[in-house]
């Protein structure tokens, strides 16, 4: 029989071989996790029920053995009754947790970290990538504000990102600079405040090539400690700064000759600084080719991006140039793969430039690429918002695309028609051949982003419709892609496809009135993987994604296996909060305010979510009753039968279409 091991480097887990362990509640998880902690070390039963409760109830001591007990099961179920315990043993005044050393995941990456420091330098990073690769999530997650787990937590965290800027430092030294530049950027997206990773991200750029893209994340790095701390960056980065527009020598790659072309091309681009005027109209395009290339990084990248990108279409909406003003909104293409917006109040300006700027467009031909742009733009900034005026754009900018037989032109269009692509359910057969298209394109033509963008998409449409072999092969190849071209945000939408995986194989009921239920440790598994993908949003740069996420993937999970719904209303529901407020409503057997909130409830929004809101809907009215409620629900689902709600999204689902369909025609049938 494989021996169990455990896992605290995200949520805290058991296992035996692949299978996970049923731990039953929070507080049998929580007594594992202080006994895990420990250390094999004895805790007394006294320490236990003083870390478990604020205030212990009078039967507390009780409680704690019976946990214990419930956790002796589940690790030894084959030990004979009345056998000593072997692995969870009683020991004077408490328990220990006799677990094997590399039993524990937060062990073996100790142990990987302090032997990467014995190897030589060549084979220290494959090492400390291996180590890296226990993390889950944030170490004893779920307990993260327990006082007995904040000194172990911190402990492990700062040892993690010590282990990421060392393994970088190792690669910059070792000539691999380039491998080190993804995981830095993503480690900054989390952590913005660790000045070395500042310092060995702009090296590792630098000795890349990417002199501009150096200097740009060392003035991320003083904008960001001036702005929020009120402190100038320390001397090693004030150094590097220094070396780098002074091209020092001592900073270029270890035994390789300074590149004469790059020099060149480095001296053309200061030439070109000094001599072209600040704000002058070659300025601004090449602006918003900056921010596009920010855009791309995640992070704070996005964020800059977006800050300063309406900055740029005034000002050239301001020259009175239309042509100009065109280039400059439409040379923004981005590729996008969420149908909701970051900042709806900036999309909606962006879209406004847009369409004063087809208004005085000439109407040459020659005009009909920027033309295109303008329409890509409007189709691509509408998302999410529920208007004849996206489609009408996206198909037009498609058609000009394609009789101008410009690749680039037409994966820029392709995306605005994908954004539109989500005014119904049912829709995913269509955004797969979009994703196909792009991926195409991507190959073909050298379109990096929009070949990535492709991948997902056919991940998303394929996992709508259920074929997760398929999804698996375009995660993989989207996940490919991102490493070789340093594309970080890819990691998010991959991880949470990751979980909405795991959702899926833990079992589905065949509907949400006819569910056979499914084990707690799946629905462990399933809520620690949401929780762990949730995680890399942080930082991310993408709110639109963000807000109202996880909880909207938690109410999934319980409803796709026929659970009662329980929603927490002090939680972050951000757009999805007007689904969620009923079934608060309901629990406090308030049943006509949350009749009321269900009728009140709008269509839900032309995005990937489309399906799993409205089977929220569903829910809903299954609950209450509701038969008008019932039958536009089904109206609107039934497009998607066959398919598995909300997993259009690539990040969460409702359970199968049919299954909610199934019990609203047995509600109506009654």
């Given at each position: 029989?494989?021996?169990v091991?455990?896992?605290?480097?995200?949520a805290?887990?058991?296992?035996r071989?692949?299978?996970?362990?049923?731990?039953k509640?929070?507080?049998h998880?929580?007594?594992?996790a202080r006994?895990?902690?420990?250390r094999r070390r004895?805790v007394?039963v006294?320490?236990?029920?003083e870390?478990?409760?604020?205030?212990p109830p009078?039967?507390?001591?009780?409680?704690?053995?019976?946990?214990?007990?419930d956790?002796?099961?589940?690790l030894?179920?084959d030990?004979?009754?009345r056998?000593?315990?072997?692995?969870?043993?009683?020991e004077?005044?408490g328990?220990?947790?006799r677990?094997?050393?590399?039993a524990?995941d937060?062990?073996?990456f100790?142990?990987?970290?302090?032997?990467a420091?014995?190897l030589?330098a060549?084979?220290a990073?494959?090492?400390?990538r291996t180590?890296?690769?226990?993390?889950?999530?944030?170490?004893?997650?779920e307990?993260?504000?327990?006082?007995?787990a904040?000194g172990?937590?911190?402990?492990?965290t700062e040892?993690?990102l010590?282990?990421?800027?060392?393994?970088?430092?190792l690669?910059?030294?070792?000539?691999?600079a380039?491998e080190?530049?993804?995981?830095?950027?993503a480690?900054l997206?989390?952590?913005?405040w660790?000045?070395?990773?500042w310092?060995?991200?702009?090296?590792?750029?630098?000795?890349t090539g990417?002199?501009?893209?150096a200097?740009a994340?060392l003035?991320?790095?003083?904008?960001?400690?001036a702005?929020r701390l009120?402190?100038d960056p320390?001397?090693?980065?004030?150094?590097?700064?220094?070396?780098?527009?002074a091209q020092?020598?001592?900073?270029d790659?270890?035994?390789?000759p300074?590149d004469?072309?790059?020099?060149?091309?480095?001296?053309?681009t200061e030439?070109?600084?000094?001599t072209?005027a600040?704000?002058a109209?070659?300025?601004?395009e090449s602006?918003v080719?900056?921010?596009?290339?920010?855009?791309?990084t995640?992070g704070?990248?996005?964020?800059?991006?977006?800050?300063h990108?309406?900055?740029?279409?005034?000002?050239a909406?301001?020259?009175?140039?239309?042509d100009?003003a065109?280039r400059?909104?439409?040379?923004?293409?981005?590729p996008?793969?969420w149908?909701?917006?970051?900042?709806?109040?900036?999309a909606?300006r962006?879209?406004e430039?847009?369409e004063?700027?087809l208004?005085?467009?000439?109407?040459?031909?020659?005009?009909?690429?920027?033309r295109?742009?303008?329409?890509?733009t409007v189709a691509?900034?509408?998302r999410?918002?529920?208007?004849?005026?996206g489609?009408?754009a996206?198909a037009e900018a498609?058609?000009?695309?394609?009789?101008?037989?410009?690749?680039?032109?037409?994966?820029f269009?392709?995306n605005?028609?994908?954004?539109?692509?989500?005014?119904r359910?049912?829709?995913?057969?269509?955004?797969?051949a979009i994703g196909?298209?792009?991926?195409t394109?991507?190959?073909?033509?050298?379109?990096?982003?929009?070949?990535?963008l492709?991948?997902?998409?056919?991940?998303q449409?394929?996992?709508a419709?259920a074929?997760?072999?398929?999804?698996?092969e375009?995660?993989?190849?989207?996940?490919?892609l991102a490493?070789?071209?340093?594309?970080?945000l890819?990691?998010?939408?991959t991880a949470?496809?990751?979980?909405?995986?795991?959702?899926?194989?833990?079992?589905?009921?065949?509907g949400?009135?006819d569910?056979p239920g499914?084990s707690?440790?799946?629905?462990?598994?399933?809520?620690?993987?949401y929780r762990?993908a949730?995680a890399?949003?942080?930082?991310?740069?993408m709110?639109g994604?963000?807000r109202?996420?996880l909880?909207?993937?938690?109410l999934?999970?319980?409803?796709?296996?026929?659970?009662p719904?329980?929603?927490?209303?002090?939680?972050?529901?951000?757009?999805?909060?007007?689904?969620?407020e009923?079934?608060a409503l309901?629990a406090?057997?308030?049943?006509?305010?949350?009749r009321?909130?269900?009728r009140?409830?709008?269509e839900?929004?032309p995005?990937l979510?489309?399906?799993?809101?409205?089977c929220?809907?569903?829910?809903?009215?299954?609950?209450?009753g509701?038969?008008?409620a019932?039958?536009?629900?089904?109206d609107?689902?039934?497009?998607?039968?066959?398919e598995?709600?909300g997993?259009?999204?690539?990040?969460l689902?409702?359970?199968p279409?049919?299954?909610?369909?199934?019990?609203?025609?047995?509600a109506l049938?009654?």
């Open positions: 029989m494989d021996a091991t455990f896992g605290v480097l995200g805290v887990t058991a296992g071989g692949p299978h996970p362990l049923a731990l509640g929070p507080r998880r929580a007594v594992l006994l895990i902690l420990a004895v007394p006294a320490r236990l029920v870390d478990l409760w604020e205030t009078p039967r507390a001591v009780g409680a704690v053995r019976t946990f214990v007990g956790l002796r099961r589940a030894e179920p030990r004979p009754p056998a000593p315990a072997r692995l969870l043993v009683t004077g005044p328990y220990a947790l677990a094997a050393p590399d524990v937060a062990w073996r100790e142990a990987a970290v302090a032997e420091d014995r030589p060549a084979q990073p494959d090492r400390l180590a890296l690769g226990e993390w889950r999530g944030p170490a004893y997650a307990f993260g504000t327990e006082d007995w904040r172990e937590r911190s402990r492990l040892l993690r010590r282990a990421v800027e060392r393994r970088a430092e690669l910059v030294e070792l000539g691999r380039a080190a530049v993804p995981d830095l950027d480690h997206t989390e952590h913005p660790r000045e070395e990773s310092r060995l991200l702009a090296l590792a750029l630098y000795r990417r002199q501009a893209d200097l994340v003035r991320r790095a003083r904008a960001l400690l702005g009120g402190i320390g001397p090693r980065l004030r150094r590097l700064e220094a070396g780098i527009l020092d020598p001592e900073l790659p270890p035994g390789e300074a004469a072309a790059a020099r060149l091309w480095t001296r053309a030439a070109y600084d000094r072209v600040a704000g109209r070659a300025r601004l602006t080719g900056l921010l596009r290339s920010l855009a791309v995640g704070g990248g996005l964020e800059a991006a977006r800050e990108r309406m900055a740029a279409v005034q000002a909406e301001e020259t009175g140039d239309a100009l065109a400059v909104i439409g040379a923004y293409d981005v996008a793969n149908t909701r917006s970051d900042d709806p109040e900036l909606r962006i879209v430039a847009a004063r700027t208004a005085v467009l000439p109407g040459a031909p020659s005009a009909d690429a920027a295109c742009r303008l329409l890509a691509l900034e509408s999410g918002v529920r208007s004849p005026r489609p009408r996206a498609e058609d000009i695309a394609r009789r101008l037989d410009d690749p680039a032109l037409l994966a269009a392709l605005g028609v994908f954004m539109q692509s989500c005014t359910a049912g829709l995913a057969p269509r955004r797969d196909a298209e792009l991926v394109l991507g190959l073909r033509h050298g379109l990096v982003n929009h070949e990535v492709g991948h997902l998409i056919r991940l449409a394929r996992a419709l074929d997760l072999t398929a999804a698996d375009h995660a993989r190849a989207a996940d490919r490493e070789r071209h340093e594309r970080p890819v990691a998010v939408f949470w496809y990751r979980a909405l995986r795991e959702a899926v194989s833990a079992g589905s009921s065949p949400p009135s569910s499914s707690g440790s799946s629905r462990d598994s399933a809520e620690a993987a762990s949730a890399r949003l942080d930082g991310a740069g709110p994604l963000e109202g996420l909880p909207l993937a938690l999934g999970l319980r409803l796709s296996r026929g659970r719904a329980r929603v927490d209303p002090g939680a972050d529901w951000g757009p999805y909060r007007p689904w969620a009923p079934f309901l406090e057997g308030r049943d006509t305010e949350a009321d909130a269900l009140a409830l709008p839900p929004p995005d979510l489309y399906e799993a809101l409205c929220a809907e569903a829910a809903l009215a299954l609950a209450l509701d038969r008008p019932l039958r536009r629900t089904y609107r689902l039934l497009p998607a039968a066959g598995l709600a997993a259009g999204s690539g990040l689902t409702f359970g279409v049919d299954g909610w369909l199934a019990a609203i025609r047995r049938e009654e």
